[in-house]
Structure formats: structure tokens, C-alpha cells
Nanobody, 124 residues
Framework: VQLQASGGGLVQAGDSLKLSCVAS????????MGWFRQSPGKEREFVAA????????GYAEPVKGRFTISRDNAKNTVYLQMNSLKLEDTAVYYCAARYSRAGWFARLDSYDSWGQGTQVTVSS
């Protein structure tokens, strides 16, 4: 599957932003999806993940209560709604896909395909 992430931008602390990731192909509903992020000088880290149906989700502690992952299988799209953005949320955000209906996954090496990334910059 090929992934195309979009929606990043420059926002102020406290603002909201919604990222989208569109997947190619006709089997999107067979994929678990995830969002990861990477800041300069840091390793890529888990942000949120969702199972194939959208019925199960998981979040990294720093974003719990502020970010929401969702998906629309009819549109082959997964979203990341980011509220109350903080300076430390500044990063390149990547979406990822794993061909599985077994749940959601937080490990980078669990995913088969990656999008190109979209930059999110939060300013004070």
C-alpha cells in the first residue's frame, strides 16, 4: 500500500491541526494504521494507532487526551486530530500501515509501509 500524508503546517501553541493519510489500493480495511513522529536529533516515536475497523485505538502518553486517531475505510483515509498543541509536538509526522486485522501496533518495526511525512511546527 502507498501512503500520502498531508495537513501539516505552522500553528501556535494551543491550536488544533488535523492530519490526513490517504492509502492507495482496495484493501485498506485490512490494515492497521499508525502515526509516528520524528523531531530533529531524535528517534522516530509512536504517537497513535488504530485497528482495521476503528474500534480499537492506542496512544502514546504525551498525546493522550489531546490527540485522536480515526479512520474512514470508505475513503481509504486515517486521520490524526491534534488539539492543544504544544511546542514539543513539533516534528515530522508519518503515517504507517500494517497488513493485519489483529489489533493496533505501537512498534515501528511492526509496520510494512510508510508515508512521506508532513511537517508540524508549533510556535509560542
Amino acid at each position: 500500500v502507498q501512503l500520502q500524508a498531508s495537513g501539516g503546517g505552522l500553528v501556535q501553541a494551543g491550536d488544533s491541526l488535523k492530519l490526513s493519510c490517504v492509502a492507495s489500493g482496495r484493501t485498506f480495511s485490512s490494515y492497521a494504521m499508525g502515526w509516528f513522529r520524528q523531531s530533529p536529533g531524535k528517534e522516530r516515536e509512536f504517537v497513535a494507532a488504530i485497528n482495521w475497523s476503528g474500534g480499537s485505538t492506542g496512544y502514546a502518553e504525551p498525546v493522550k487526551g489531546r490527540f485522536t486517531i480515526s479512520r474512514d475505510n470508505a475513503k481509504n483515509t486515517v486521520y490524526l486530530q491534534m488539539n492543544s498543541l504544544k511546542l514539543e509536538d513539533t516534528a515530522v509526522y508519518y503515517c504507517a500501515a500494517r497488513y493485519s486485522r489483529a489489533g493496533w501496533f505501537a512498534r515501528l518495526d511492526s509496520y510494512d509501509s510508510w508515508g512521506q511525512g508532513t511537517q508540524v511546527t508549533v510556535s509560542s
